[in-house]
């Protein structure tokens, strides 16, 4: 019955922004009501062609029915995946007791079809809760909209910090390394000053491009088994170039380990490395790393001889607060870090170091097949 509609999508002045909605139901009487009611609402346009228009009418949410549904589960996998936010899918089931998706999906037979059912209604439709359900689904819409909107702005940022602002500061350093030669003791002390600069920028730009990396995985984002002392040993031994004037110690052995994460793991390093350096105001800074093993993880200290950050403020450094990195003490490497680590089912926390400085303590799961 739902492909044999031939009214031409009903539009009507409106004073507000429109949310398109395609009714495919089999169940006439529930079209019906559903059609009948959304002519008389400002917010909704009402998108024509049941079934048979799921594929390629232009609409920013639909309504089927369990029958509708399964008659069409490919066409509605294929047009969520490709659109650019969430393309929501209201589901009117014709049995009461399913009341919610959790419900819905235990008494289904394809449980797989869970990921395509934003809402679940039961008939007989009542106004007030039809109303509900799908302003939340507008409201869902809309946000999805704005977050792949913002992922645009971001992609575009990462590629030019990639490229343009990279460039141009690796210029500038090398520039500065050359005119060293050149200057007496006062215009060394420039110079050096000029380096550290150059080099925090690019290693600003850097993490901002590995943020955005991350941002564009999946929300489970896949994980395998990384080799803990050789991605922690190759970090340290870069930052000793990098810092010549810094310490680095490891105290004790590095296991010879692996540990669940990716290829962004390196990052979670380097940004605590060069945190540890670059925010220490000791004559000669000193970074200790100490690795622990426990029985599931590993855990990954990094100290500083600093001034440390007082417990107060080591939520917003990390960006846990309800500012988030807008806080003006989070930055944009510790959250990285923070929301790495997470990812790969480990933690960080802030503690004060034996030096007095603060002490990063960073726990992984421990892969124990990658041992070798």
Same mark, same amino acid.
């Given at each position: 019955?739902?492909?044999?509609?031939?009214?031409?999508?009903?539009?009507?002045?409106?004073?507000?922004?429109?949310?398109?909605?395609?009714?495919?139901?089999?169940?006439?009487?529930?079209?019906?009501?559903?059609?009948?009611?959304?002519?008389?609402?400002?917010?909704?346009?009402?998108?024509?062609?049941?079934?048979?228009?799921?594929?390629?009418?232009?609409?920013?949410?639909?309504?089927?029915?369990?029958?509708?549904?399964?008659?069409?589960?490919?066409?509605?996998?294929?047009?969520?995946?490709?659109?650019?936010?969430?393309?929501?899918?209201?589901?009117?089931?014709?049995?009461?007791?399913?009341?919610?998706?959790?419900?819905?999906?235990?008494?289904? !037979? +394809?449980?797989?079809?869970?990921?395509?059912?934003?809402? *679940? #209604?039961?008939?007989?439709?009542?106004? =007030?809760? %039809?109303? /509900?359900?799908?302003?939340?689904?507008?409201?869902?819409?809309?946000?999805?909209?704005?977050?792949?909107?913002?992922?645009?702005?971001?992609?575009?940022?990462?590629?030019?910090?990639?490229?343009?602002?990279?460039?141009?500061?690796?210029?500038?350093?090398?520039?500065?390394?050359?005119?060293?030669?050149? !200057? +007496?003791?006062?215009?060394?002390?420039?110079?050096?000053? *000029? #380096?550290?600069?150059?080099?925090?920028? =690019?290693? %600003?730009? /850097?993490?901002?491009?590995?943020?955005?990396?991350?941002?564009?995985?999946?929300?489970?984002?896949?994980?395998?088994?990384?080799?803990?002392?050789?991605?922690?040993?190759?970090?340290?031994?870069?930052?000793?170039?990098?810092?010549?004037?810094?310490?680095?110690?490891?105290?004790?052995?590095?296991?010879?380990?692996?540990?669940?994460?990716?290829?962004?793991?390196?990052?979670?390093?380097?940004?605590?490395?060069?945190?540890?350096?670059?925010?220490?105001?000791?004559?000669?800074?000193?970074?200790?790393?100490?690795?622990?093993?426990?029985?599931?993880?590993?855990?990954?200290?990094?100290?500083?001889?600093?001034?440390?950050?007082?417990?107060?403020?080591?939520?917003?450094?990390?960006?846990?607060?309800?500012?988030?990195?807008?806080?003006?003490?989070?930055?944009?490497?510790?959250?990285?870090?923070?929301?790495?680590?997470?990812?790969?089912?480990?933690?960080?926390?802030?503690?004060?170091?034996?030096?007095?400085?603060?002490?990063?303590?960073?726990?992984?799961?421990?892969?124990?097949?990658?041992?070798?």
């Amino acid at each position: 019955m739902t492909g044999n509609c031939s009214e031409s999508v009903e539009r009507s002045e409106k004073s507000v922004e429109t949310t398109r909605v395609l009714p495919a139901l089999a169940n006439a009487g529930n079209q019906r009501v559903l059609r009948k009611w959304m002519r008389g609402q400002d917010e909704y346009e009402v998108v024509s062609g049941g079934g048979d228009a799921l594929a390629t009418a232009e609409y920013d949410l639909c309504v089927l029915d369990e029958c509708t549904f399964r008659q069409n589960v490919s066409t509605v996998r294929n047009r969520r995946e490709a659109e650019s936010g969430i393309l929501p899918v209201l589901l009117v089931s014709s049995a009461s007791e399913f009341e919610s998706i959790d419900s819905w999906t235990r008494h289904t !037979v +394809d449980r797989d079809l869970w990921d395509l059912v934003d809402e *679940i #209604l039961t008939p007989p439709i009542e106004r =007030v809760e %039809l109303r /509900r359900r799908l302003e939340n689904l507008r409201r869902l819409r809309a946000q999805s909209i704005t977050v792949a909107q913002t992922t645009e702005q971001l992609l575009l940022l990462n590629r030019i910090t990639r490229h343009d602002i990279q460039n141009e500061m690796n210029v500038i350093t090398g520039w500065a390394g050359e005119l060293e030669a050149h !200057v +007496d003791d006062s215009g060394q002390e420039i110079c050096t000053r *000029i #380096l550290d600069s150059s080099r925090n920028v =690019v290693d %600003l730009t /850097r993490a901002v491009r590995e943020f955005v990396d991350m941002l564009e995985m999946d929300d489970d984002p896949k994980l395998d088994t990384v080799d803990l002392e050789a991605a922690l040993r190759d970090e340290i031994s870069k930052r000793r170039s990098l810092f010549e004037g810094a310490e680095f110690v490891v105290d004790g052995e590095i296991p010879s380990l692996h540990v669940r994460g990716n290829e962004l793991l390196s990052s979670v390093f380097r940004n605590l490395l060069n945190n540890a350096v670059q925010h220490n105001d000791s004559e000669t800074p000193r970074v200790t790393v100490t690795v622990s093993e426990r029985e599931r993880s590993i855990v990954v200290t990094i100290g500083d001889n600093g001034p440390g950050i007082p417990p107060d403020r080591r939520d917003a450094v990390l960006g846990r607060t309800e500012a988030g990195i807008d806080h003006p003490s989070a930055g944009v490497g510790l959250y990285l870090v923070d929301t790495l680590v997470d990812g790969y089912g480990g933690g960080v926390r802030m503690t004060e170091s034996d030096e007095g400085g603060t002490a990063v303590v960073v726990t992984l799961p421990v892969i124990r097949g990658g041992r070798r």
